[in-house]
């Protein structure tokens, strides 16, 4: 029987030793997940998601960034020789295709808000409304030259100014009609849609008595109390999308 009770407490105590090294063992392993889990938990900790958050929500900001420095192309223009009147026309269109692109971005993106609202409409007044004026003006004292008359002068700075102050007339009325939101429809006809007309006729008709015209009528036309679809009635733009008439045509024929 003294055999009986020594034989457990031999077998206990051999196998005491190995017990450390187990529990060592497991805390190594126990180490090397954890340090997996926290690599994880880096990942999708509220730091990371914050960053990514705000990469996307300033995806359409960074696009309007690009209208912004078209319009300041058009206005250093008048200043740096080397910048052509074709290299002007095409700033204004490739801020238009920004222009479109970020409010497209933020609609597929869901991050519209009051500031990029804003942000948006204050970079149309840089490239669409004030780059072009300048542009204008510009172009009309190259062409007649330092012999024009005080009268052919001052109708030059008067439709430029006027352009440029129906510009932000316009878009100041946008900021308080809309409230900071992005509507589905301008009043008057909105500064990109004057800016096609007045830049590539600035750039290629400089010196016409028919240009002034142009642009007084632009400047009227931006400041009327009428309200214009925003897809200007070539395309139809939602809250989530935007189709073209022919697209619209397509799925009603469909339904």
Not at 163 to 188: K, N, Q, T, W
Request: glycine share 8%; proline share 6%; aromatic share 8%.
């Amino acid at each position: 029987s003294s055999c009986r009770t020594r034989l457990p407490a031999l077998i206990g105590r051999s196998a005491r030793p190995d017990l450390p090294s187990v529990h060592k063992h497991a805390g190594v392993h126990q180490e090397l997940g954890g340090s997996a889990e926290m690599a994880d938990d880096d990942e999708d900790s509220p730091t990371g998601r914050e960053t990514r958050n705000f990469i996307i929500r300033n995806i359409p900001n960074a696009i309007t960034f690009v209208t912004v420095f078209s319009g300041f192309l058009l206005m250093v223009s008048t200043s740096v020789p080397g910048i052509s009147p074709n290299m002007c026309v095409f700033a204004t269109f490739l801020g238009l295709c920004t222009d479109i692109l970020d409010g497209q971005a933020a609609r597929v993106l869901r991050v519209k808000s009051k500031f990029g609202a804003t942000f948006d409409q204050l970079a149309d007044l840089t490239c669409f409304g004030i780059g072009p004026a300048i542009f204008y003006v510009r172009q009309q004292q190259l062409a007649m030259g330092n012999d024009a008359s005080v009268m052919m002068q001052a109708i030059t700075v008067v439709s430029g100014y006027a352009y440029m102050a129906c510009s932000v007339f316009r878009i100041s009325r946008e900021l308080v009609v809309h409230r900071g939101d992005r509507p589905l429809y301008f009043v008057g006809i909105p500064t990109n849609l004057a800016c096609v007309f007045a830049v590539p006729a600035s750039a290629l008709c400089p010196g016409s008595p028919l240009l002034p015209v142009l642009i007084i009528i632009l400047s009227g036309m931006m400041v009327m109390p009428y309200h214009v679809p925003k897809g200007l009635w070539i395309f139809t733009v939602t809250d989530t999308s935007v189709a073209s008439a022919c697209q619209r045509r397509s799925s009603d024929k469909k339904e």
